[in-house]
Every structure is written in structure tokens, then in C-alpha cells.
């Protein structure tokens, strides 16, 4: 998940002030007590500000920007980190509060199950107004091309990964995006298991609707009886990350039939959902199959169970080199549901079936949509 990067506050408490920042044009607010530094939002290092896509930070004072607003509301979705709970919690264990860790630990122990049985999700976390100004940054938008019907259960395989996907995690665990599109459906983002092991930060994540990737926690959520859940998978996985260039329509998939199983046993509806500028949000250290960075990644990856995917993107006050991601709009499409019966104990050959008939919808959803968001006409999906 994207912290968009945090700001400091500038005051200044009378008369009149100026400045000059190379390479940035500064916009001053006066008032007798404060001022505000803004700054213009490019999509990329050396591009012009987007028409209308406001400034980031320098300043937060009166009458804040929305950049403004999200670089401080980000300072939230930092606290909560993975690494700041971790942290937290060995800091426990060393001081003097150790008997609140061993106290979470026996909670931890009893709770163990909870992310593979529909998780806790939290209707306050995920309607906190820093993911509001989370979605705008970018901005996220969800589009929908079909009706669901709330009486089936979905499974809706997500592509591509990017690097943090961050387009999953704005539309489907952050109210109201998806709620108000789909009424009536509940998402549930499935992430890789070992996040779920990492002390307080799991409490948060399953807050957000996130639960366990596993084939347990899959089914429990397609084997609603009464309909209304969708399970959101990122079909890729972390493997694709690793595609993750500006520009790359490669996408991992031809060995992934794993989610049609799943589909086929519980007569869940396949939904292909392709989302328009995940991979333009950072730039990566090139790393060509076959390269030496490329093999030590793919070790790594098939040891660790997750890839270590060398990004970057810009900074608060320059954008050459940072870990903000750039500005760039990311358009989810959410495509036709593909029916299909219930089928307990599917051969390989149904498997393969629809197998390719998801291939075909997916294509299919992607050349229909790729002209309004700036894809060339002559590109097309790259399946591996």
C-alpha cells in the first residue's frame, strides 16, 4: 500500500513573504497569521502540470489544497504500516509492557483462522476520509459495464498487478467506490497469507476487507449461500510485479487456472477486471528476463513467496527520485460476469475451457476500453 508522503508546515505570522524553489513554481496564499506553499502535480519528471490536476505539498496551513489534505491525512495510512506495527510490537516485548505482547500473542494464537474465514472487516476504517484524498491523488476511478446480480457470488480476477496495487486496494477496500456501483455485494480483497502474521498490522489490513489468498479463504467466501460476496483475486500475484514497467501489458496468466477451479466448484461468476494505469505509477530498474537482477528476483521470489521489485517514482519537492507514486489516473473496468455452474469435481478439460473462454472476455474488455485511456490501437495483452 502507497503512503503519497507526508508535509511540513510552513508559518509565517505577518507581512509579506517570497521564495524561489529551482525547477518549481511556487503559488503564495497571504493572510496576516499564515501562508501556503503549493506546488504543481506533473505526471512524470520533466512533463508540465496536468490541466487541472492541482499541486502537491510544501505547506499545510489554512484553507488546505486536496494535495495539501493528503499529505497530511497520509501520515495516518503511515502509522499503520507494516513495518511501524512490527516495530511497535518488539518495542513490547523489550520494555516494560512485555505482558501486553504475550497477552496479544495468546489473542494472535486464538485468532489465527479468522483471515481465512472472512476476516473483520470495519465499516469506520474504511470510510476514513484519508483514503478519499488517497483515491483523488491519483486519481482512482471505478467503471462499471455490467449489472451484478446480488444473488450470486462473484469472483472477480484482477489484472495487472503494478507494483502496490494500489487500484484493488482503493476501489474494493475503501468505501464508497464499489458499494455504490454494485449494491448489494460485498468485496473481499485476497492477499498473500504471511501479511496476516505480522502483529497488529493484520488487525488493520483485515479492518480494510482484506483476507487470506488461500484456497480455504477463497472458499469460504464463494460458499455464501445467499450470493452477495466477491472474491477479488490478483491473478498474477506477485510474480507480475516484476513486469510492472510503464507501458507493459504482460501479464501472467496462461499457468494461472487455479481461480477457475475454485469458480467451477462453487458455481461462483468469473469477472475479468482490468485496471487502466496500475503500471504507470512507478518506474523500475530494467530487469529483461534472463538477466542476472531478473534471475536473482525470480529466486527470491519462489523462496520468499513475494517479489522484491526495484521501484521508484518522485519525491515530495522534486521528481527525479522518490517513493511517491507519480500522479498518473488509474481507470478500473469492471467487465460482464461469465456465467458458471456449480461443477464439485471439474475435469482438467472444463478447467481449460473456461480457462480460455476467461481469456477471450478479458482481451475482449481490454480493446474495448484501451482507446479512452490512452492505449495505442496497435498494442494488445501479452499472456504468459
Known amino acids: 500500500m502507497v503512503n503519497p508522503g507526508a508535509a511540513a508546515v510552513l508559518m509565517e505570522k505577518g507581512g509579506s513573504a517570497g521564495a524561489t524553489l529551482c525547477k518549481f513554481r511556487e503559488v503564495f496564499s497571504f493572510s496576516r497569521r ?8 506533473t505526471d512524470a519528471p520533466g512533463e508540465a502540470p496536468r490541466a487541472g490536476g492541482g499541486y502537491a505539498c510544501a505547506g499545510v496551513i489554512k484553507n488546505e489544497t486536496l494535495d495539501a489534505k493528503l499529505c497530511r491525512n497520509s501520515k495516518l495510512h503511515k502509522l499503520f504500516s507494516a513495518e511501524f506495527c512490527f516495530g511497535f510490537f518488539v518495542i513490547l516485548i523489550l520494555g516494560n509492557f512485555w505482558f501486553l505482547a504475550v497477552l496479544y500473542l495468546l489473542w494472535l494464537y486464538l ?5 481465512c474465514a472472512g476476516g473483520r472487516r470495519s465499516h469506520w476504517v474504511r470510510s476514513w476520509t484519508v483514503w478519499k484524498y488517497f483515491r483523488e491523488y491519483f486519481p482512482i476511478h471505478l467503471i462499471k459495464t455490467s449489472e451484478l446480480n446480488p444473488n450470486h457470488n462473484y469472483l472477480l480476477g484482477f489484472h495487472p498487478h503494478g507494483v502496490l496495487v494500489a487500484g484493488a486496494f482503493g476501489n474494493f477496500c475503501t468505501d464508497p467506490p464499489f458499494k455504490n456501483l454494485f449494491p448489494g455485494l460485498t ?4 492477499i498473500m497469507p504471511l501479511w496476516f502474521g505480522c502483529p497488529f498490522f493484520r488487525e ?7 483476507v487470506s489468498a488461500s484456497k480455504e479463504s477463497v472458499s469460504h467466501v464463494l460458499s455464501n449461500k445467499g450470493g452477495g460476496h466477491a472474491s477479488v483475486i490478483v491473478i498474477g500475484g506477485a510474480e ?5 514497467h510503464p507501458g507493459s501489458l504482460t501479464l501472467n496468466i496462461l499457468k494461472r487456472k487455479g481461480f477457475i477451479k475454485m469458480a467451477l466448484k462453487h458455481g461462483a461468476h468469473l469477472v475479468p477486471v482490468f485496471s487502466f494505469g496500475e503500471n504507470e505509477l512507478f518506474k523500475q530498474v530494467a530487469n529483461p528476463k534472463g538477466s542476472w537482477l531478473r534471475n536473482v528476483q525470480e529466486k527470491l521470489q519462489k523462496k520468499m513467496g513475494f517479489a522484491l521489485p526495484l521501484f521508484h517514482a518522485r519525491g515530495v519537492f522534486q521528481y527525479s527520485f522518490g517513493l511517491i507514486p507519480y500522479r498518473q489516473p ?5 467487465g460482464s460476469p461469465i456465467p458458471v455452474k456449480q461443477n464439485l469435481n471439474p475435469t482438467t478439460e472444463e478447467i481449460d475451457q473456461l480457462h480460455a473462454l476467461y481469456l477471450q472476455k478479458l482481451k475482449k474488455l481490454f480493446e474495448e476500453h484501451k482507446s479512452n485511456y490512452g492505449i495505442p490501437a496497435h498494442k494488445s495483452l501479452i499472456f504468459e
Open 34 to 41: 499564515s501562508f501556503i506553499l503549493t506546488i504543481p502535480v
Open 111 to 115: 485468532d489465527w483462522g479468522t483471515p
Open 187 to 190: 468485496p473481499y480483497l485476497h
Open 204 to 210: 488493520y489490513i483485515m479492518s480494510a476487507g482484506m
Open 240 to 244: 507480475e510485479s516484476l513486469n510492472a
Open 330 to 334: 488509474i481507470h478500473t473496468v469492471v
